[in-house]
């Protein structure tokens, strides 16, 4: 059974940082790609960056880029996204999703004085 697990948000002050991490299990082959993903209620959801399994090649959202930061280690089945110089507007729930078709449960980061 596919699962994707994320952990590691939270409550932060402007100007902090925050580790994601996306745990992945059950896949008989690594995903093509894992991507984090955040949503405010009531507004669509973002995509703000995705990581091949290819080449690790990165893709950014221009609202995160030179901020966050998506990294993998496949030894761990895990997926990071560090989020660098957090803004208010960054708060929302993140999710990982494996191939846009697995999604985790999401967490929430928020970020506020």
């Known amino acids: 059974q596919v699962q994707l697990v994320e952990s590691g948000g939270g409550l932060v002050q402007p100007g902090g940082s925050l580790r994601l991490s996306c745990a992945a299990a059950?896949?008989?082959?690594?995903?093509?790609?894992i991507g984090w993903f955040r949503q405010v209620p009531g507004q669509e959801r973002e995509a703000i960056a995705c990581?091949?399994?290819?080449?690790?090649?990165?893709n950014y959202a221009s609202s995160v880029k030179g901020r966050f930061t998506i990294s993998r280690d496949n030894a761990k089945k895990m997926v990071y996204l560090q989020m660098n110089n957090l803004k208010p507007e960054d708060t929302a729930v993140y999710y990982c999703?494996?191939?846009?078709?697995?999604w985790g449960q999401g967490t929430q980061v928020t970020v506020s004085s």
């Open positions: 999703a494996a191939n846009s078709d697995y």
């Open positions: 990581i091949k399994e290819s080449d690790g090649s990165t």
């Open positions: 059950g896949f008989r082959a690594p995903p093509y790609s």
